[in-house]
C-alpha cells in the first residue's frame, strides 16, 4: 500500500505481460512495414532509380503521361461534384425525415461499394456503346459518350458515389435539426436555411466526404479501364497510363507516374488526420433538444 | 438520433428525396438492370453457356478462393493491429494508425504495380522467397498478397472501436471472479470481437471479390490458373460478346448482393452489441 491518492479505477489489467505486449507490438511493425511501409518507399526508390532528372523528365516530357494527369484533373472533380450534389440530397432526406422506404434506399447507397469496378464499367459499355440504337443516335449526334471522358466521369461517379452520403448521414443526424427549425420559424427561406445553418453545420464531415471520394476518383482503375477504350493520349487517365507504361516496359516512367499518385494518396491521408477531430466534433457535439413544432 | 422532422417544418424532402432518387436511378440502378438485361436477352441454356462454363466456373472458384484467404489473413493481422493501437502506448503509435489506411488511398494500380515489382524473384521481398522455391509474383500467392493488402484496413477499422468501447471492468469482473487470463481473453474479450471481426471480414470479402486493379499487374492471367473473373468480363467484352460478358457479371453481381445483406446484417448486430 503505498501513501498516494487511490486513483479513481483500480489500474486497468490491460498490463499484459511484457513478453506479449512486445511481442503484438514487434508484429504489428511487422505487419505494417512489409504490407505498407515498404511498398510505399519502394515506389519512390525506383521512380527514382535512375536519378532525379531522369524522374522529371519522366514525368513532363511525355506528352501522353502529360495528358493523362491533364485527364485525371478534369474527369475526378466533375465526378466528385456531381456526388457531392447527390449525397447531399440523399443525406438530408434520408437524416431530416422519415419516410417509407429509407432504409432500403440507405442499402442502396452502399451498394456500388460492393459492386465490382469492372461490372461498373461494363454497365455502361451495355448502355452507350455502339452495339446499342442509344450509342449509335449519340453517335451520329455527335455526341461520344463511350471511350470519351462522359463515360470516364460516369464510371467514376458510379464506383466513389457512396462516400459522401455516408459521411454525411451520421453527421446531420448528429448535429439534429433544431437550428434548422428555428431558422424556419424566424422566416427563414430554404436557400437561407441551408447555406447559413446547414452548411456551416457539416463542413467539416462534408470535406472529409470530398476528400475520400476525391482519392478514390483519382486512383479508379477497373472501372475507368473498362469505358476508356485506352486511346493513348486521349482517355488514359493517370491510372491506366502507368500500367501502359509497365506494359511497355518502361518502369522508370511507370513509378515516376505511379509516385505522384502515392503522393497524392499520402496528402489524402495528412488531410484526413488533420480533419478526423474535426469531424467528431460535429458528429458529437448535438445541440440540445428542443421541441419539434408539428 | 433525432425521429424525423415534419415535412411540413423543414423545406426540402421533395427535392431532396427526388433528386436523390434520379440520381441514384441514372447513375446507379438502371445502368445495373442494363446489365440484367441484356444478360436475361440470352435465355437460360445460352446464359448457362456464356456464365457456367469451365473457365468461368474456375475464375468463380479462384475469386472466391483467393479473396477468402485473403480475408482470413486479414483477420488474423487486423486484429493483431488493432489490439496493439488500442491497449498499448508505444513510439509511431500515430503514425502506424494512420498508416493502415494507406490501402484505401493509395489507387489500386500503384499497389498492383508496386507489389508485383517486390515479389518478383529479383524484388525486394521476392529475393527472400526465391531461396525457398516460393514463386510469389505472376502466381495465385501474388494475388493473394495483393488483396491482403487491399483488404488491410477493414478488420483493423471495425475491430479498433469495439476494443477501446470494451469496458476494462468486464475484465476486472473475470479476474476477480478467479478467471485466468487466458480465460478473461477467451470467455470475455473474443465474444465481444467475433461480430465486428465478422464485419471486417466481410467487408475486406467483398472488396477482394471485384477487386481488378490491383490483381492484373501481380496475376499472369492465365486461364484455369490465375484469371480472375472480373478479368473474364473484360475478355468477352473484348472479343464483342456483350451478353457473355454481362452473364459473367451478373453471376459477380449476385455474389455481391449476398455479400452485401450479410454486411447489412452484421453491421446491425454488432451495432446493437456495441450500443
Redesign the interface.
Known sequence: MSAEPVPA??P???R?PWYV?WL??G???G??G???????V??FA?ATAKGLGTYWSNLVSNPDTRHAVFLTLMVAPVAVA?NV??G???A??IA????PGRSV?I?????????????AG??????F?L?TPLGVWLRDNGYQVIFAPPALV?AT??VT?PFVARELIPVL?AV??EE??AA?SLGAS?WQ??WRITVPNIKWGLLYGVI?CN?RA?????AV??VSGRIEGETDT???R??KL?EGSD?PA??AL?SV??LL??V???L??LIEPKVRAEQTAPNPPAQ??? | ???????R?????G???G???A??AL??????A??LV?AASLGPDEFLAAAWTPRARSAYALTFGVSLVAALVNVV?GC??A???V??E?P?KRV?D??????????????G???A??YVKTG??GQFLEPLGIQAAYSRLGIVLVL??TG?PFVVRTVQPVLADLD?EF??AA?VLGAS?WQ?FRRVIVPTLVPAALTGFALAL?RG?????SV??ISSNKIFETEI???L??VR?EE?A?AE??AV?TV??GF??V??AA??YLERRSKRHVG
Open positions: 479505477r483500480p486497468r489489467p490491460h499484459d505486449r503484438l507490438v508484429l504489428t511493425f505487419i505494417v512489409v504490407l505498407i511501409v515498404v511498398p510505399l519502394s515506389v525506383q456531381l450534389v447527390g447531399i440530397a440523399a438530408w432526406a431530416r425525415f422519415r419516410f434506399l442499402t442502396l447507397i452502399d451498394l456500388p461499394f460492393s459492386v465490382s469496378p469492372v461490372v461494363l454497365v455502361f459499355v451495355l448502355i456503346g452495339q460516369l461517379a458510379f458515389f443526424e439534429g435539426p434548422e427549425l424556419r430554404g436555411l441551408f475520400l482519392a483519382m486512383g479508379e482503375f477497373g479501364y473498362v493517370m491510372p491506366l502507368v500500367q509497365w518502369n511507370a513509378f505511379a499518385l502515392t494518396a499520402l489524402t491521408l495528412v484526413k488526420v419539434v413544432p408539428e | 438520433m433525432s425521429a424525423g422532422v415534419s415535412r417544418a423543414l423545406p426540402g424532402f427535392i431532396g428525396l433528386y436523390a432518387i440520381y441514384l447513375l446507379v440502378l438502371i445502368p445495373l442494363a446489365c441484356k493481422l493483431v493491429v489490439w496493439s493501437l491497449r498499448y508505444f509511431g502506424i494512420a498508416l493502415v489506411d494507406v490501402p484505401l488511398a493509395l489507387p489500386t494500380a500503384v499497389a504495380l508496386v507489389y515489382s517486390l525486394w521481398l491482403v493488402f488491410f476494462a475484465e476486472e479476474a487470463r478473461t467483398a471479390l471485384g477487386e481488378y486493379g492484373v499487374f473473373a472480373p478479368m468480363v473484360l467484352l464483342y456483350y460478358a454481362a457479371a459477380l453481381l455481391s448482393f455479400l452485401l454486411i447489412n
